[in-house]
């Protein structure tokens, strides 16, 4: 089993990279190969809605969000963490995650996954409830912890460790990733599938 989680910080070795390693020490501890994925700090173009994606499962853009899509779709798990800007995740994650979804939920349907927000001060719940619309959105597994996913640093790596309740809150959501990872290869050997989904019906309000 493997779980990539995605550092959307454009500040690599950040504070957000220094949560998800405290979730991907809990993973490997438990068994499950892990990998942080970097989106880098170059511009992401958004999403144009042209829905070309649809059905080709990779964006017109060929561009980081493809290259995600080549080396990790098949992964067990996924999860996603952004630094707060302006009360919401930052725009270069905005961009990725709108392209990686849209057009694109039956990639992730079944799939475990789960949110991480980074802050300095406030406006971390809004964040991790906006990167928690694209998994809730695409049938996925969504994991919690014993609080909302969050950690407060600014600066320097060494900021997030002095959140010590974060740091816990980290932890307990590696642990219980594991243990609904575990339990999912457990029914699959049981012969127990993802159930078949009714086709998506759409019912517009302004006809």
């Not at 504070?15 to 405290?22: H, K, R, V, Y």
């Not at 969000?65 to 707060?84: L, M, Q, R, T």
């Not at 809150?169 to 049981?190: D, F, H, P, V, Y």
Request: glycine share 12%.
């Amino acid at each position: 089993m493997k779980v990539v989680l995605v550092n959307g910080s454009p500040h690599k070795n950040g504070n957000t990279n220094l949560a998800l390693e405290e979730i991907s020490k809990v993973l490997e501890k438990n068994g499950i190969e892990t990998e942080i994925f970097w989106i880098g700090n170059k511009p992401i173009s958004g999403c144009i809605g042209c829905g070309k994606c649809i059905g080709k499962g990779k964006c017109v853009f060929d561009d980081v969000v493809n290259e995600f899509i080549d080396k990790y779709i098949d992964c067990d798990g996924f999860i996603f963490g952004a630094p707060v800007h302006y009360a919401s995740i930052n725009g270069a994650m905005a961009c990725f995650m709108d392209r990686l979804f849209y057009g694109k939920a039956a990639l992730f349907k079944g799939k475990v996954g789960a949110s991480v927000a980074v802050c300095r001060r406030a406006g971390g719940v809004e964040a991790f409830d906006r990167l928690n619309k694209y998994l809730t959105y695409s049938s996925m597994v969504v994991i919690s912890s014993n609080y909302w996913n969050g950690v407060f640093g600014n600066g320097d790596k060494a900021d997030a460790s002095e959140d010590f309740e974060g740091m816990q809150t980290m932890r307990i959501l590696g642990e219980n990733m594991s243990w609904i990872l575990n339990c999912i290869e457990e029914g699959k050997k049981a012969g127990l599938e993802f159930p078949k989904l009714e086709k998506k019906v759409f019912t517009n309000y302004i006809r």
